[in-house]
């Protein structure tokens, strides 16, 4: 029975800690914006994948519009990187604020490679 209550003690404890992480993670901040060509197209099909300062990830992926957003992110520094097959990799770093304050609009443009 000491074994049993042991590890539910230490189950309950690694919850709480995991917890912490993603409670870090998820918030109510959103971030959003457009993906074009070196044209001005809009390009559809980009992979945009945000990745927390603590390893947390969302993905999104652009519309025909061009247009994304990826949502429920906490406060915190990101980095967004934003790839399609054949052109350059892009990379910009967000800090959203704890007191949510809109952050504007992303604009990406990617080049040929």
Not at 33 to 59: I, Y
């Amino acid at each position: 029975m000491r074994k049993l209550s042991a590890w539910v003690f230490g189950v309950c404890v690694f919850g709480l800690m995991t917890a912490g992480v993603f409670a870090d993670l998820r918030g109510m901040n959103r971030i959003a914006g457009t993906v074009t060509d070196d044209g001005g197209a809009p390009m559809a099909g980009v992979a945009v994948k945000a990745t927390f300062e603590t390893g947390g990830v969302l993905d999104a992926t652009t519309d025909d519009k061009g247009a994304w957003a990826v949502g429920g992110m906490g406060k915190g520094e990101w980095s967004v990187v934003f790839a399609k097959p054949g052109y350059s990799l892009t990379k910009a770093k967000v800090v959203l604020p704890a007191d949510m304050s809109r952050v504007p609009p992303i604009k990406i443009v990617l080049k040929k490679e």
